[in-house]
Structure formats: C-alpha cells, structure tokens
C-alpha cells in the first residue's frame, strides 16, 4: 500500500517500526547509527546510548498514540525542520507531521542528521527529505529552533501556510527542601541535567528551592553537584564548540561575582551569597545559564510567582515529590509537569512543548 491509501495510525506505526531497526541494540544498525551520531551530535559513546535506550520514544502506549494522532490537525502537505541540540526530537517531529498528512517534506538540520537519515533508510517512502523548503499555501510547517530561526522562518513563509512553531525555551527542577527526598531529588536533576549535555528545551536550568533555611540551600546545592559530578564518570561529557566554552566562561565569571560556583564535574551549580533576599522572579535580576551541564539554585520564597515570570520560557517542570506534581500540573497545563528524573523522557503523546496553540498559525497578508 502507497503511503497514501495509509490512516495516519498507520504512518505512525510505521515510523514506530523504523525507529525500533534502527536503534536495536545489537544490531549493525544501531552500530552505524551510534558512530554518525558521534560525529554529528556532540553527544560521548555513552551519552548517545543513554538517550536512545531513554529518551527515543519506542514504546508508546495506545493511549498516547490515540492523543498524538488526534491532536493534529489533516493537512494536505507537511513540512518539518528539524532541530540539532536532540537528536532524538526527530522522532516525535516525523510522527506529528505524518499524523497531519501522507505527504511529509523534512529538512534535517545540516548539523545532526544522523537519526532522521536512518529512520527514512529504514521506512523508505513514509516522507522525503529535502535541502529546501517548497512551501504552499494551505501547507502546515513544523517548525523547531530558536525564536530568531523561527521567525525568519515565519518572514518567508506564503501567506496561508500553517505554522506549527517550538522555539526557545528551557526546563526548570523544584524542590522542597523539606521533603525527605532531597537524595532522590539530586540524582533525578543531575539525569535530566546530563541528558543530551543540557541542550534540549526540556533540559533544566534552574532549580528552585522551597523552604528549608540557608543551611539547607547550600547543603542541597552541594548535593547537587556531587550528584552530577558522580553521574559524569557513567555519562562523560561530549564536546564543546568555542561559543559554546565562551558561554560558559562568562556564566561562571558572572555567577562568582554574587555568590558560589561550585563544582560539579564538568558543569557546575550556581548559588547566591546566603545573605541575599529570596526572590520570587529569578528572571528578574539572572540571565538563564548555558548548556554544558550548568545550574542556578535559586532559594524563593513563593513558588508560583517565581514559575509565573518564567511561563512564556517554560517547557517543563521537574518536581522532587509527588505533591509538588500535584500542585503544578493544573496550574501550568502547556508544561510537561513530571517527577524529575522524567524531564527528558516525555510521553508519546503529542507535541514536547505546548506552549502554542495546536490549530498553528496562519500566516496573514505581509
């Protein structure tokens, strides 16, 4: 059967079968898949097999196939462009645009094309790649990058073209400082820090911390980054370009400036001088740190203010207990709301970030 006379299940589940060939482990498949992305994705050996044993979505439920499927819109054609920092988002990218429609365009990014390459040699004629864009109007595009590709994507887009946009944004962790699952709550941060190096939009940036005294913020920070420094012997840290080292070097030169750095294998955790307010709006007065497994604890006094000032950013919300779930998930429904540890492994069940709206953007008259 064409890929036409194909039910949008059914393109899905096909891309699940090539998906599940492509990274079996064992398999010279994998083998190869493993050795491009080393070149590719800047990821180490392990870092790379943790995220495709944890981070590829291979097993589903139907419940989250049935909402991934249904919360796309038909479309007569989609395109999709595709990000570097995760190589895995190629995945869930391929399976919205082939829920939309038959006829599936991708542009792999030139950095890492590694998997969406592999999935097409193993499902060859479910979509086509292309090094250019050939949008119509009526088309639906989805889109990832940083806001400022997204919108010199959007400036050369036809009018009536339907854009499906997910740009910049990051992850935050909470703590209770109170709760008696600081132990736990380390490691969860410190996987869901290591994972893809901390370039993702799920990735952690800040962790906050609620109640406890100034005593129990610097002990946790500390925790903290013994937890990351332990967890980088089993994930080695891959490689850095020079923006990327430059980055780095001016956050921990700003971030000495008030307060501790402290560190944690290659990364480090960032603390504010004890003496200082808890603050209800980190944005306020903190740029958000870099990738390359760096973190800001930040004690608040009110948690929901302080997530509040990061909403428009907010793609995630790793939680150390149960409560804290409990508590933001109604609050903040276009965030992934998860227990940390489960930051960078979403359920299969419609687009990452839910930031905008599912219908997309149509674009209007210039």
């Known amino acids: 059967m064409t890929r036409a006379g194909l039910s949008a299940r059914q393109r899905v589940d096909r891309l699940l079968l090539a998906a599940h060939k492509a990274a079996a482990q ?90 969406v390459e592999a ?30 590709t997204v919108e010199e994507l959007r400036r050369g887009l036809p009018e009536g073209a339907v854009l499906h946009a997910h740009g910049s944004g990051f992850g935050v962790a909470v703590v209770d400082l109170e709760s008696g699952t600081l132990q736990a709550s380390a490691q969860g ?18 962790v906050l911390a609620l109640g406890g005294g100034v005593g ?24 850095m370009d020079a923006a990327e080292l430059a980055e780095v070097t001016w956050h921990r030169q700003c971030a000495a400036c008030f307060g501790r750095v402290i560190a944690a294998g290659s990364g480090a955790v960032s603390l504010r001088d004890a003496d200082a307010p808890r603050i209800s709006n980190p944005l306020a007065e903190l740029e958000v740190p870099p990738g390359g497994r760096h973190l800001e604890l930040l004690a608040v006094r009110e948690l929901e203010p302080a997530l509040e000032a990061l909403r428009p950013w907010l793609t995630s919300i790793g939680c150390g207990d149960d409560a804290l779930v409990a508590r933001l998930r109604p609050r903040f429904e276009r965030a992934r709301v998860v227990r940390v540890g489960q930051m960078q492994r979403p359920a299969f069940d419609g687009p990452v970030d839910s930031r905008g709206d599912a219908r997309g953007e149509v674009i209007g008259p210039r």
């Open 119 to 148: 999935l097409h040699a193993q499902a060859p004629g479910l979509f086509e790649l292309v090094s250019e864009l050939e949008v119509e109007p009526g088309d639906h595009v989805f889109a990832y990058g940083s806001d400022e």
């Open 189 to 206: 941060i410190a996987e869901d820090t290591a994972c893809f190096d901390q370039r993702g939009c799920l990735s952690p940036r800040f």
């Open 26 to 115: 064992g398999t010279r498949a994998r083998r190869e898949l493993v050795d491009r992305l080393l070149h590719t994705s800047g990821l180490s050996r392990p870092g790379i097999e943790w995220a495709l044993e944890h981070c590829l979505e291979l097993t589903p439920s139907e419940a989250e196939l049935s909402a991934l499927v249904q919360g796309v819109l038909p479309a007569r054609r989609a395109h999709v462009i595709l990000p570097a920092n995760v190589f895995v988002a190629a995945h869930r990218a391929l399976a919205l645009a082939l829920s939309a429609s038959p006829h599936v365009f991708v542009k792999p990014s030139r950095r890492e094309p590694a998997l």
């Open 216 to 239: 129990d913020v610097a002990a946790f920070a500390e925790q903290l980054a013994r937890s990351m420094g332990h967890l980088e012997r089993q994930l080695p840290l891959g490689s």
